[in-house]
Nanobody, 116 residues
Framework: VQLQAYGGGLVQAGGSLRLSCTASGRVNGLNVMGWYRQPPGQQRELIGTITSGGTTDYADSIKGRFTVSRDINNPIKTGYLQMNSLKPDDTGVYYC?????????WGQGTQVTVSS
């Protein structure tokens, strides 16, 4: 399974970005897609997850600002992270992963920089 997260960039505080995650290869119909970020000099942290059935779970630190979703046309392999009301503290490298029977797969991250 290969994953690619993209859509990052530079945005002003208060702005929005939508990241996409696309999986390819042997992706199971039952999987959990997760979004994580790694701020500069810090450890990677969980943002939120979404099951293949659409159940979501979020870290308390971003509740109400970030939303994870699945693509309506390709829900097994494509997901999104909608980020609103961005703050400079949201700066970091954002990653997606897929957890399924057989393992956990990570993609290359995408840089998000929020300027004040």
């Amino acid at each position: 399974v290969q994953l690619q997260a993209y859509g990052g960039g530079l945005v002003q505080a208060g702005g929005s970005l939508r990241l996409s995650c696309t999986a390819s290869g042997r992706v199971n119909g039952l999987n959990v897609m997760g979004w994580y970020r790694q701020p500069p000099g810090q450890q990677r942290e969980l943002i939120g997850t979404i099951t293949s059935g659409g159940t979501t779970d979020y870290a308390d630190s971003i509740k109400g600002r970030f939303t994870v979703s699945r693509d309506i046309n390709n829900p097994i392999k494509t997901g999104y992270l909608q980020m609103n009301s961005l703050k400079p503290d949201d700066t970091g490298v954002y990653y997606c992963n897929v957890r399924q029977t057989g393992g956990v797969y990570w993609g290359q991250g995408t840089q998000v920089t929020v300027s004040s």
